[in-house]
C-alpha cells in the first residue's frame, strides 16, 4: 500500500495478557517510530528505529514494552502483562531517513485492557 | 533530550477569524519544526514545517513562524474555515534524533 499500515485497528484484551501490535511502513523509508496518545492527550514517544542504529528507547514506559524492527521494514511492539492504564491508541510512522524528515503516520491501534 | 511545550490546549475562533498557537522547544540545537493536524479517528498529517535557516513560511492560510534565539515557534492559521477543526501538533528535532510532540491544541471554529 501507499502509507503506513497498522494492525489491528482495534485490539481489547484482558489485564496481564500480552499483546502485539504491528506497523509495516511505507516502502523504502529507514525511521520507524512508535507513539503513544492517550484519550485527548498529545503524543508520548515510546522509540525510534533509524537503519541498522540501535533504536531510542528512552520512551518506553516501563520493561513490559518492547518494540523490534525486522529486516529494516516491518515493526512490532510488544506490551507484556497489560495494564488498564496501557489503554491508549497506539501510532507509528515512518520518515525517509532520520529525524527533520517529514513524518507519515499510520490510522492507529486502539487498545482497551479490560 | 528535547522538551517541547504548546499552548493553548484548547482555542475556539468564530469563522473567519484568525488562530495562533505557540510551542517552545528546549534544545538549541533542534533545527526542523513540523506542524501536524490530527482529524477525529486518523493519525496526524503533516500541515506544514520549518527549517532552522528560516525565520518564516506560509502555505495558503498557514503560516509558521520561527524564534530561534528565543526557542518558539508558532502556527498561523487566517480566515478560519470549520474544517480547520482539529487537534493541532508542533514538534521538534534535530537530525538523526527523534521528533518529539508537544500536546496538542484542539482548534474548534464555530459557524
Known amino acids: 500500500g501507499a502509507g503506513v499500515s497498522q494492525s489491528p485497528s482495534n485490539k481489547v484484551t484482558e489485564k496481564g495478557k500480552d499483546v502485539e501490535l504491528r506497523c509495516d511502513p511505507i516502502s523504502g523509508h529507514t525511521a520507524l517510530y512508535w507513539y503513544r496518545q492517550s484519550l485527548g492527550q498529545g503524543l508520548e514517544f515510546l522509540i525510534y528505529f533509524q537503519g541498522n542504529s540501535a533504536p531510542d528507547k528512552s520512551g518506553l514506559p516501563s520493561d513490559r514494552f518492547s518494540a523490534e524492527r525486522t529486516g529494516g521494514s516491518v515493526s512490532t511492539l510488544t506490551i507484556q502483562r497489560t495494564q488498564q492504564e496501557d489503554s491508549a491508541v497506539y501510532l507509528c510512522a515512518s520518515s525517509l531517513g532520520g529525524a527533520a524528515e517529514k513524518l507519515f503516520f499510520g490510522s492507529g491501534t486502539q487498545l482497551s485492557v479490560l | 533530550g528535547e522538551n517541547v511545550e504548546q499552548h493553548p490546549s484548547t482555542l475556539s475562533v468564530q469563522e473567519g477569524d484568525s488562530a495562533v498557537i505557540k510551542c517552545t522547544y528546549s534544545d538549541s540545537a533542534s533545527n526542523y519544526f513540523p506542524w501536524y493536524k490530527q482529524e477525529l479517528g486518523k493519525g496526524p498529517q503533516l500541515i506544514i514545517d520549518?527549517?532552522?535557516?528560516?525565520g518564516e513560511k506560509k502555505d495558503q492560510r498557514i503560516a509558521v513562524t520561527l524564534n530561534k534565539t528565543a526557542k518558539h515557534f508558532s502556527l498561523h492559521i487566517t480566515e478560519t474555515q470549520p474544517e480547520d477543526s482539529a487537534v493541532y501538533f508542533c514538534?521538534?528535532?534535530?537530525?538523526?534524533?527523534?521528533?518529539?510532540f508537544g500536546a496538542g491544541t484542539r482548534l474548534t471554529v464555530k459557524p
Open positions: 514538534a521538534a528535532s534535530m537530525r538523526n534524533n527523534d521528533m518529539r
Open positions: 520549518i527549517r532552522s535557516n528560516v
